[in-house]
């Protein structure tokens, strides 16, 4: 069965500091993995994405995230974070040969000034 | 402008009542999907379609109905049978995986 764990419930970050919010998943075949940003009662908004190719992966807003197989994990990253950052970040995972998509439980990123 | 369009923004619905929530995209999408968030818990999914007249139960659709008459339109009913319905509800289209939301709509249990 699909599942993706995000371990952290928040992240603190200073302004100008790298940040890193952290995901593992779990499927049955090759996986399409996603991260999608939210901001106060709005829809979620697409990062980026990885399915096939290099494992460093980089997306909006100058965000990247790493695949690693052998961990299983797909890890948000930011070398500087500004406090515009501040949201709430969701991991999301559909396996090649089906259309189920489901996501983390979600990490509130909070960079202080 | 393509997008997805979710209604009412609010809903208020008195226990023992059935409501249904509108969806609707003009981006030719083949894949819709309905999650529910709540505080804490993330999204989970309801119910999601591949195809018109075709959908798949997700991880929670217990109390919840759907149909796919249309390939632009993909309702949710979220039935008596619901115990706990109050939430944010998102309604998402696909096309590779990639998901595009709409605004979403708030449900509350008066």
């Known amino acids: 069965a699909q599942s993706v764990a995000q371990p952290e419930d928040q992240v603190n970050v200073a302004e100008g500091n790298p940040l890193t919010v952290k995901c593992t998943y779990s499927?049955?075949?090759?996986?399409?993995l996603f991260w999608y940003v939210q901001y106060p009662n709005r829809g979620l908004q697409f990062l980026l994405k990885?399915?096939?190719?290099?494992?460093l992966v980089k997306g909006s807003y100058g965000f990247e995230a790493e695949f690693n197989k052998s961990q299983t994990s797909f890890h948000l990253k930011k070398p500087s974070a500004l406090v515009s950052d501040s949201a709430l970040y969701f991991c999301?995972?559909?396996?090649?040969?089906?259309?189920?998509?489901?996501f983390g439980s979600g990490t509130r990123l909070s960079i202080q000034p | 402008d393509g997008g997805i369009t979710q209604s009412p923004k609010y809903l208020f619905r008195k226990e023992g009542q059935n409501v249904t929530l509108s969806c609707e995209q003009n981006?030719?999408?083949?894949?819709m999907y309905w999650y529910r968030q709540d505080p804490g818990q993330g999204l989970r999914l309801i119910y999601y379609?591949?195809?018109?007249?075709?959908?798949q139960k997700g991880d929670i659709a217990e109390g919840y109905s759907v149909s796919r008459e249309k390939k632009e339109s993909f309702p949710l009913t979220v039935t008596s049978a619901q115990k706990n319905p109050t939430a944010f509800y998102l309604c998402?289209?696909?096309?590779?995986?990639?998901?595009?939301f709409g605004s979403g709509t708030r449900l509350t249990v008066v």
């Open positions: 998402a289209s696909s096309q590779d995986g990639l998901l595009t």
């Open positions: 499927v049955s075949g090759n996986p399409y």
């Open positions: 990885y399915i096939t190719g290099d494992n």
């Open positions: 999301a995972v559909r396996d090649m040969s089906a259309s189920k998509i489901i």
């Open positions: 981006l030719n999408h083949d894949a």
């Open positions: 379609s591949q195809i018109v007249n075709d959908f």
